[in-house]
C-alpha cells in the first residue's frame, strides 16, 4: 500500500445529527478529548471559559447551549485520523447542516434514551438517506431514567424503516444502570454512579460465566442473559455491507455526560464507518484515489476572527494528495487560485496545513471568492453536485436605524448571505433589502451578527410575501411579459437570478396556473 492509499484508508469523516438537547456537543467535547485534542471537558454552560464547548464558538451559541453553526474538528485516535463535523442542532439552521452532510462519508445519530426519536432527528435522518450516508445510533443518557431498550430499537425500525443491531447493550437504566454488555467481544463495562469520567476496562466475560452474577448482581445478570438472547435471536447480526449502503444501523448505548461508552463508540466508528467514499460530479464521479486534487466548498464562515474580518471557505478534499501553495483551478470563473495558507481546524483553534489528503477539510482564508458550491480542481472542469440552496420559509425586510450607514449594511448583507445562512433578495422595484431565512431564530443571530460583527444596529420587519421561487424556463418574452406583470413582487438574488416573492400559497398557486411553461423552484443548486 502506497503512503498516498494508507492515507486515504486512515481517514474518517463523519458528522454527529440530533435533536436538541440530545447531548451532541457533549458528545462531540468527549470524542475530541479521546483525540487529545482538548485537555478538559466541560459542560456547556458550566463557567469560565476554559470550560465552553469547543465546537460552539459563537456567543449565541454559548448563551443558549445550542449550536447553530457547523463546526470542523479534526484529531487522530488508535491510529486513525478523524474528521468530525459538528452540525447545528437547531431546526431553523437545517440548511447548514444538510450541506454539512454533502462533505462526510458516515453519521452518527444520537438518541435521548428517554426521547428516542425526535422531530429533527427524522429530517437529519432522511437527509442522510439521500445520499446513503451509513449511520451508527448512539443511545445517549442511559444513566437517567429512560424507555425500554427494546422499544427503542423498535421506533428506530419502524420509524426510519432502518434495520438494527446493537453492538453493546445495557445492564439496566438510570439508577440502576450497572453498565454495558459488548456483544462483539464479550466484555462487560462497569458504571459507577460515584465516579466522574467512566473510562473502565472491558472485563472478558461470557454470559454464561458465574462471575457475572457477582459483578452485576444476580438479578441483573438474569436480565442481561435473557436480553441478549433475545436481541441476538431477533436483531440481524452485523453486516458491513449493509451498513455502509445505508440500511443497517449499529447501535451502541451509553452517557456522553458520563464519558461511558463514548471510547466504544469511537472505536467503532474507526472499524466500521467507511473511510472517505466516491463523490457524485459532473460530468463523472471522482473517485478519492485519482492522482489529481480536487474538492468543494460547502461552507462560508464570515468573521470566525472578528479582529481580522476574515472568511473562510470549508473546503473537502475529495481527490489526491493536496499540498500547500498548489494552484487549483476555480471552475465557476476559470482562474487559478494559489492555497498558500489553508487550515486545518480545532474549532476556533487552526493550524497550518502542509497537506492534506481525501476526506480531509481544508479553511481556506479568502476575501469573497469562494461560494458554497464552488469546485477547485487541478484543471479538470468538475462540478460536484447535490449542494443545494433552498426557498426560504419565512421572508423580512430589513431596517436600518442609521440610513447613512446602508453602504456597511449591504456589506454586512451580502457577506453573511455568502454563508448560506440567509438569502439575501433585491426587489426590483423598492429599495429595502428582502432577507429570507429557514426559521425565525436565523434572524436573531443575523442582528446579533450584524451588531457584534460590522457595529450596525439593525432590525427586521414583516414583509407582504410568504415564500420565494426561482423562476426558470419559459423564452425571455414570457419572463419579460412575467416581470411586468409582477413588478412589486420581482427580485434578483446575490447572483442575479430570477425569483418571485409570493404573498402567499395561493398567489404561488395563481403564477403557477398563468404560466405553466415556467418553473417555480424551492431548490438551487449552487453553481
Not at 471559559?49 to 469547543?54: I, T, W
Not at 473546503?315 to 487550515?343: E, I, Q
Not at 429557514?438 to 410568504?466: C, M
Amino acid at each position: 500500500m502506497t503512503v498516498f492509499t494508507d492515507a486515504v484508508a486512515r481517514r474518517r469523516t463523519f458528522a454527529i445529527i440530533s435533536h436538541p438537547d440530545a447531548g451532541k456537543t457533549t458528545l462531540t467535547e468527549k470524542l475530541l478529548l479521546f483525540g487529545g485534542a482538548i485537555q478538559m471537558a466541560g459542560a456547556v454552560r458550566a463557567r469560565g471559559e476554559q470550560r465552553r464547548a469547543r465546537s460552539d464558538w459563537m456567543a449565541i451559541e454559548r448563551e443558549r447551549g445550542i449550536s447553530v453553526t457547523a463546526s470542523v474538528m479534526s484529531f487522530e485516535h488508535g491510529g486513525l485520523s478523524f474528521n468530525l463535523l459538528d452540525t447545528p442542532g437547531h431546526e431553523d439552521f437545517s440548511e447548514d447542516t444538510y450541506r454539512t452532510l454533502t462533505a462526510v462519508d458516515s453519521a452518527v445519530m444520537v438518541l435521548d434514551a428517554a426521547k428516542g426519536i425526535e422531530t429533527q432527528t427524522r429530517k437529519l435522518f432522511e437527509v442522510c438517506r439521500l445520499r446513503d450516508v451509513p449511520i451508527i445510533t448512539f443511545i445517549n443518557k442511559v444513566d437517567r431514567e429512560g424507555r425500554e431498550p427494546f422499544d427503542l430499537l423498535d421506533e428506530i425500525e419502524k420509524t426510519l424503516a432502518l434495520d438494527v443491531t446493537p453492538v453493546t447493550w445495557p445492564i439496566g437504566m438510570g439508577r440502576d444502570l450497572k453498565g454495558v454488555y459488548d456483544l462483539t467481544t464479550d466484555q462487560v463495562l462497569l458504571f459507577e454512579q460515584s465516579r466522574g469520567d467512566h473510562l473502565p476496562d472491558g472485563i472478558d466475560m461470557p454470559l454464561d460465566d458465574p462471575r457475572l452474577d457477582g459483578l452485576v448482581g444476580a438479578e441483573a445478570a438474569a436480565r442481561l442473559r435473557e436480553e441478549v438472547e433475545l436481541v441476538r435471536g431477533a436483531c440481524p447480526p452485523f453486516d458491513l455491507e449493509s451498513y455502509r449502503a445505508g440500511h443497517l444501523s449499529p447501535v451502541f448505548f451509553g452517557s456522553a455526560l458520563r464519558n461511558f461508552g463514548v471510547r466504544e463508540l469511537l472505536n467503532g466508528i474507526g472499524r466500521m464507518a467507511p473511510a472517505p467514499r466516491s463523490q457524485p460530479a459532473e460530468p463523472r464521479p471522482v473517485d478519492p484515489l485519482e492522482d489529481k486534487v480536487s474538492g468543494f466548498v460547502f461552507k462560508v464562515q464570515a468573521n470566525m476572527d472578528p479582529n481580522h474580518r476574515d472568511r473562510i471557505a470549508f473546503f473537502r478534499v475529495c481527490s489526491g494528495r493536496f499540498k500547500r501553495g498548489m494552484k487549483l483551478k476555480h471552475v465557476r470563473s476559470g482562474k487559478l487560485m494559489a492555497l498558500t495558507n489553508p487550515v486545518f481546524f480545532l474549532a476556533r483553534d487552526r493550524e497550518l496545513a502542509e497537506e492534506a489528503f481525501p476526506g480531509d477539510i481544508l479553511g481556506i482564508p479568502n476575501h469573497g471568492a469562494l461560494r458554497i458550491g464552488d469546485t477547485l480542481s487541478e484543471g479538470e472542469d468538475l462540478r460536484f453536485t447535490g449542494i443545494p440552496s433552498f426557498a426560504p420559509e419565512v421572508l423580512r425586510r430589513v431596517r436600518l436605524d442609521d440610513p447613512m450607514k446602508a453602504k456597511q449594511l449591504r456589506k454586512a448583507l451580502e457577506d453573511l448571505a455568502e454563508e448560506g445562512v440567509s438569502q439575501l433578495f433585491k426587489p426590483l422595484s423598492g429599495a429595502a433589502w428582502i432577507v429570507g431565512v429557514v426559521g425565525q431564530l436565523q434572524f436573531e443571530v443575523l442582528a446579533n451578527r450584524i451588531e457584534s460583527e460590522y457595529n450596525l444596529k439593525a432590525g427586521f420587519e414583516d414583509a407582504p410575501f410568504e415564500t420565494a421561487r426561482w423562476v426558470g424556463g419559459g423564452d425571455k418574452l414570457l419572463i419579460k411579459k412575467f416581470v411586468d406583470a409582477n413588478g412589486s413582487a420581482i427580485a434578483e438574488d446575490r447572483d442575479g437570478a430570477l425569483v418571485f416573492l409570493a404573498r402567499n400559497a395561493w398567489t404561488l398557486g395563481r403564477a403557477q396556473q398563468d404560466y405553466p411553461e415556467l418553473r417555480f423552484s424551492a431548490t438551487r443548486e449552487q453553481h
